[in-house]
């Protein structure tokens, strides 16, 4: 669209603006904001389950963290939602079945573990027997230098081992 003067911009901007500051007068003056009402009640004392109508969320005065150092099933519980608990208070029972096994188990080892040991004795024992053995024969030339010092070395990574 083509404007041949400079007086039809000028009357076609004043229109715009006439417009514009009409539409936003209407908007305030015919179209105004709605006021906020609140719902009010006047204060009672009644049962609180009866007289409490809003939503939030509630918080304790003072809470205490509660941690367990075990794992298991509970066996039973001593304790409520909500009850006071003090320190040293039994809280729960927890089934031991699991805590035995664990400990056989670890009881287990730790005897496997004393087998191997004396195991591992004997057998240095032995070898360090043998060892003397072949130096008593070294001695006398009736062993090779090899078997000395193969006696040797197994003595060696015998008590290495153990």
């Known amino acids: 669209m083509e404007f041949r003067s400079k007086k039809t911009v000028r009357i076609l ?4 603006v006439v417009i514009s500051v009409t539409g936003f007068l209407a908007k305030k003056y015919f179209f105004p904001k709605a006021k906020e009402t609140f719902i009010t009640a006047v204060v009672t004392r009644m049962d609180i389950e009866e007289s409490v109508l809003a939503s ?14 075990v794992n298991g099933q509970l066996k039973k519980l001593h304790v409520r939602l909500g009850d006071q608990v003090r320190k040293g208070d039994l809280l729960a029972e927890i ?3 699991l805590q035995q096994n664990s400990l056989k188990d670890a009881e287990a080892s730790q005897e496997y573990a004393e087998a191997q040991i ?5 057998l240095l024992h032995q070898l ?6 072949q ?3 070294a001695a006398k030339d009736a062993v090779s230098k090899a078997d000395l010092e193969s006696a040797q070395a197994q003595m060696e990574t015998s008590r290495a081992d153990l």
């Open 128 to 133: 360090e027997l043998s060892y003397k053995r």
């Open 118 to 122: 004396s195991a591992k004795k004997a």
């Open 95 to 97: 089934d031991p079945v």
């Open 135 to 137: 130096q008593e024969l």
């Open 13 to 16: 901007i004043l229109v715009i």
């Open 56 to 69: 939030g969320k509630l918080q304790a005065l003072k809470t205490v963290e509660v941690g367990a150092q």
